[in-house]
Nanobody, 125 residues
Framework: VQLQASGGGVVQAGDSLRLSCADS????????VGWFRQAPGKEREFVAD????????SYADSVKGRFIISRDKVASTVFLQMNSLKPEDTAVYYC???????????????????WGQGTLVTVSS
């Protein structure tokens, strides 16, 4: 699994962005995938994840109702659609993957085996 995150940028509050996490090796299609973010001076925090079987999703309370995680298995890509962005969403966003069948949310970064390089999202007020 080799993850490549992209789609970050500079936007205004209220705007939308879609982040992509692609894997040319297609291993992401058989993995539990999560998005995390790290703001300056803060610890990395869970944003959202999607299970391998069933495509169950879970979200951090801070993004629930605004962000949507989804898969495109044909493209071997997991997306994070971010709507109604706020300045506090500013961070480097990372995608992560763990192979295997896992039915519960993986909220801890230590639970993931593979990481993308991160993409910066800046939301101005």
């Amino acid at each position: 699994v080799q993850l490549q995150a992209s789609g970050g940028g500079v936007v205004q509050a209220g705007d939308s962005l879609r982040l992509s996490c692609a894997d040319s090796g297609r291993g992401i299609n058989n993995a539990h995938v999560g998005w995390f973010r790290q703001a300056p001076g803060k610890e990395r925090e869970f944003v959202a994840d999607v299970t391998y079987i069933g495509g169950r999703t879970s979200y951090a309370d801070s993004v629930k109702g605004r962000f949507i995680i989804s898969r495109d298995k044909v493209a071997s890509t997991v997306f994070l659609q971010m709507n109604s962005l706020k300045p506090e969403d500013t961070a480097v966003y990372y995608c992560a993957a763990r192979s295997g069948v896992i039915f519960t949310p993986l909220l801890n970064a230590d639970s993931y085996d593979y990481w993308g390089q991160g993409t910066l999202v800046t939301v101005s007020s």
